[in-house]
């Protein structure tokens, strides 16, 4: 608009010049087709010069918005430069269920803990033996309020050391074959035991073990749904701290 009105007034000083170059005081006569020729080509000069504004205006509207959307690109570039990346999430595979199934491990040989007795005792994992046996001397059953009970000695400290008596009640009897065909029927006691951190329950049955080179022994009905055994290794889970250990009773 301002280059328009600049062009505009050049064009009026153009035209004032021309008239005032005229001697007011002498009068000039006045040719109609020359007045109107003339005034055409004033006409045309304006129409040409208000024309050439409005293509510089044109052009400069042009130039404008070519920038403008320039601005805008660069802004909506930066707009996703600022959007937090998003970062594939991949899930692990998952791991085949363990066959232990929560199932602690035992070696072919462990120190284990009777509670009853306060002794611990190296003791054979057996998975051929289907009970489990606790070496007993001097075994006398007797009655205690009705119910059956028995009275045995343990070489708690090893064979070279004097034996303890104990008294348990009995939970039942079992007949053990032996090797030679014959059958030995033994008293079974209840006893608490714990190996490293883990503690259980089981059946004993008592015998006399003092041929045998382990004291006590773990069956299969104790490691049935609570242990494997890893027959490459022993003493997998260490002693009990304070307890008696008690090796071979011969």
């Known amino acids: 608009m301002f280059k328009q009105i600049i062009c505009i007034a050049a064009i009026a000083t153009v035209i004032t010049g021309c008239a005032s170059t005229k001697d007011a005081n002498k ?4 040719d109609a087709t020359v007045l109107e020729a003339s ?19 044109t052009a400069s509207m042009t130039t404008l918005s070519a920038q403008l959307e320039q601005l805008n690109a660069q802004v909506a570039s930066l707009n996703k430069k600022d959007k937090a990346a998003v970062v594939p999430v991949i899930t692990p595979a998952q791991c085949p269920p363990s066959p232990l199934k929560g199932k602690f491990i035992l070696g072919a040989v462990e120190n284990v ?14 998975t051929g ?11 006398i059953l007797f009655e205690r309020d009705g119910n059956q009970w028995v009275r045995f000695d343990v070489f708690t400290n090893g064979a070279k050391q004097p034996a303890q008596t104990f008294e348990s009640k009995v939970e039942r009897f079992v007949r053990i074959k032996e090797a030679d065909d014959k059958t030995d029927r033994r008293p079974v006691i209840h006893a608490h035991l714990e190996i490293g951190k ?11 073990r003092s041929h ?19 027959v490459g290794q022993t003493f997998i889970h260490g002693k009990k701290k304070g307890g008696r250990a008690s090796s071979a009773s011969k």
């Open 39 to 57: 005034l055409n080509q004033q006409q045309v000069n304006i129409v040409n010069a208000i024309d050439s504004c409005k293509e510089t205006q």
């Open 198 to 208: 883990y503690k259980a329950e089981t059946d004993l049955n008592l015998t006399d």
């Open 212 to 230: 045998l080179e382990f004291p006590l022994l773990l069956g299969r009905k104790f490691m049935q749904d609570i242990a494997v055994v890893d």
């Open 129 to 139: 033996a289907e009970s489990s046996s606790l070496d007993a001397h001097n075994i």
């Open 27 to 30: 009068p000039v006569p006045v």
């Open 113 to 126: 803990f009777v509670d009853e007795l306060k002794a611990s005792f190296n003791t054979r994992i057996d």
